[in-house]
Structure formats: C-alpha cells, structure tokens
C-alpha cells in the first residue's frame, strides 16, 4: 500500500537541511508520496526509515538500466497513464533483430546499419539504441557465433539475448559480461536455470508469457529467486492485444501499484510488411512499450519512429529550448548580417538551417524566451524592444561587428523603431515573415553591400 505525505514525513529526519532541494522535509516527503523524487535525495535518512519507505516511494514502473557506458538506456521509472498527466518519463527502446541463422555478412551489415542510424533533430541525437540476438536456429554454438560478432564489432551496442534455452542463453551472456544485457525467454519450464545465470552474469532477465495471468506469476517467481530487474512480454502479438495487454499492465502498476507487473514491457512488432511494422511499433510507443524489437530500420522508418518517440517524450509543460548566446555560422566578419530570434528548439533550428543554406557568413542571436516561439513571445512580453535591447548589449556582439544592424523577424516588425530607440547607434531591418526567405534576402544583403 502506498504511504501518504504525512506518513512518509514521520519517518524523516525533519531538520529542513534542504540538502535533498526541497525547502522542507515536509515539501520532500510530498514529492516522494507522488513519487515525484526519490529518496536517494534523502542524505540523512535512517537505515531503518529506508527499509520502510524504499518501496513504498519507488516508481510504480521499476527503474533498469539497460546496456553499459555511453550507450546504455534507462527504462521504466513511470508514474503515469497519460503524458498530459505529467509525462512520460524514458523513451521506447528501439531494437534491430540479429538472427542467429544470418550469415556473417548479413551481421556485419545490420550492425552497421545501427551504429550509423544516429540522426540530429532539433539538438536531440536520436538512434537505434540495441540489437536483439534471435536463436531461430535452435543450436547453441551458432548463437554463441553469431553473438561473438556483435561483441566483437559493436561491444557498446546494448544486447537483448533472446533464447529460451539456458545452455544458449549462458553461452552468450558470457560474451558481454558487465554490459547489463537482457536474458529475454524466461518460461514456467526454465525459470530456475535462467535466474542462475541472470544472478552470475549480472543481467536483467525477460520473462516470456502467454497471458497475463501466467505472467504475474512468473515475475514473482523471479523475484522471489533474488533477481529484480525484469522486463516482461504479455504475449500480446497483434496491435489489439498490445493496447489491451499494455494498457491493462501500466493500469495495474500505475493506478493499483500491483507489483507483479511493475516492470518495463517488451514488445516484439517484426513484420514482412515494413509499413504495417512501422504501425505495430506506433502503438506500442504510445502504448507503454519500453522497449521494440523491430525487423528492419530503414532511414525513412527510422526517421518517423524518432519523431514520434521524441514528441511522446517530451515534458508537455516545458518547452524545448535552447542556449540563449550569439551562433556563428560559417566564419563571420566584423560586416556580416546579425539576426534575432527566440530559443525555442524549432524555432532556431528551423532558422539556422535556412542561414546555414544561405552561405552567408552570419551570427545568430538567440534570445532566452522560456522556450517560446516568436509571435507567442511577443504576445507574451518576453520578446521586448526593451530586453532585446538589453541581451544585445550584454551579449558583447557589438566588439565582434562594425556594422550595427540587426535583422529582426519580419512577424515583429512592430518592434522595429523602439529598437532603434532603444539600441542607440544601430539599425534595425525588418527581414523576413517565414524561415524559407531568409538565404534569398541574406544574399541579397550581401550583394547590396558590394
């Protein structure tokens, strides 16, 4: 049962020492009891306070770390059914299948195909982020083979093992010992020698299912042979089951903190069909799905699956944003053209590539708006003649040009005269409406100046 606020407050030191970042413990132990902090924060807690309240304040979803070093991706750690509630926390694992009857070329080229599916969108690096090694053959040593491959030419790439043979299973955990892969094909028949080789190797097991009933009795069990990182498949195959499989779990964990089925969910969306894949995968991004083990990831796949995982991701209340400073682009002159804009994430990064396509040597100031975009900034009193005014001089650009002009969205072109009014000795020009034009008037600038 989960402890109110006030219960939890008993059971800290109540000295408000603010080392945890809250003002007082009492404001702390609120957080905790919505499971919006955790107690690690907490350097004074009792031994005894940690033992009662450690479950108690853990996310409904449990927490793993998935995979070692630069790579590894955190999963799980979810409080919430809807992401305007509050939001979702960590992204859907994306994974490529290996299996283990491709031949050793075709290995090599799906490794590679993961470790150059890294794209930039708006400042975000977004990639596959695993491989899943399938035993189809059913043979041990040609699993033990094909996951030396991916030790050897990927050591960083997370690994799901997926094999409900133990000899299997231990054969190729042993390749990746301290990477924290996924034992993935835990069954009521094999479950012992699967926890065994879980606890010797340090890695998260996945418990294979066939229903939800089965399935909650099967993470108990391994739970209760000491091992507590565990991912979980349903079963659910086909896009109802996985809405109504997904939906009933995070329900159970979130809403009845059912602890059977608090674990992060695996979700298997392989299809012949590249478009019906790429929908299958959709419903389990929205659908509570930490981690997708896809067929195939083509770039114009990859590219809406990133997308849509990167919007679903994002804090619905904070605006992406970026740093508020002076960009250079190209290699600027003391003559080069100065622009302005606000620092929401699409807004500069939309700006930026045209000024980058233009050719034209630039700076690029961007202004810290909280994240809003140029009209709804205005519109908001954070986009001012006055405090843009203001971020100009301090930001120091005027020792860098000779020529005091600054190129103003064309959508404020209200704001023009108090500028000038404001920023005494410059210019201020009026340039384009929409992103598109700004390469046409950028080199227009530069031809009038010649």
Sequence with gaps: MALTG?????????????????????????????????????????EEAKQKLGEASAPPVRPIIFGAGDRSVKMGEETVLFRHDKRFVNPSVFALEIKDTFSEADI????????????????QKLRIDAVAIINESNDVRRFEAASKIIAIKAPDIPVIIC???????EAAVKLFTDKKPIIYGV???????????????????????????????????????????????????????????????RRAAIRKNFKPLGYPVITFAQREDSLVEVLITVIGVAKYSSIIVLSSIEKWKNLALFTLRQNLYTDPQVPMQVEQKVYKFGEPKSNSPLLITTNFSLTYFIVSGEVENSKVPS??????????????AWAAGKFTAARIAQFIKESGIENDINDRELVIPGYVAILSGAIEDKLEGWKVTVGPREANAIPAFLKSRMASKK
């Excluded at 080229?109 to 794209?119: H, R, T």
């Excluded at 020698?193 to 229903?211: D, E, F």
């Excluded at 700076?363 to 709804?376: N, R």
């Design 6 to 46: 006030v219960e939890i407050f008993k059971l800290l030191p109540k000295t408000n020492c603010k080392k945890c970042g809250f003002l007082t413990c009492l404001a702390f132990a609120m957080k905790l009891a919505q499971r919006q902090a955790s107690l690690d924060l907490c350097p004074d807690v009792s």
């Design 108 to 123: 090599n080229s799906k490794i590679e195909e993961v470790l150059n599916s890294e794209i930039d969108r708006v400042g």
């Design 163 to 169: 094999t409900a043979n133990p000899q299997a299973a």
């Design 187 to 249: 069954n009521s028949e094999n479950t012992e020698a699967m926890v065994n080789i879980a606890k010797t190797y340090k890695a998260t097991l996945g418990v294979a299912a066939k229903s939800l009933d089965e399935l909650s009795v099967l993470t108990e069990k391994v739970k209760a042979a000491g091992v507590a990182d565990i991912v979980i498949d349903s079963g659910a195959r086909n896009a109802k089951e996985i809405i109504e499989h997904n939906t009933l779990v």
């Design 363 to 376: 700076y690029l100031a961007v202004m810290d708006c909280e994240g809003l975009s140029v009209l709804t």
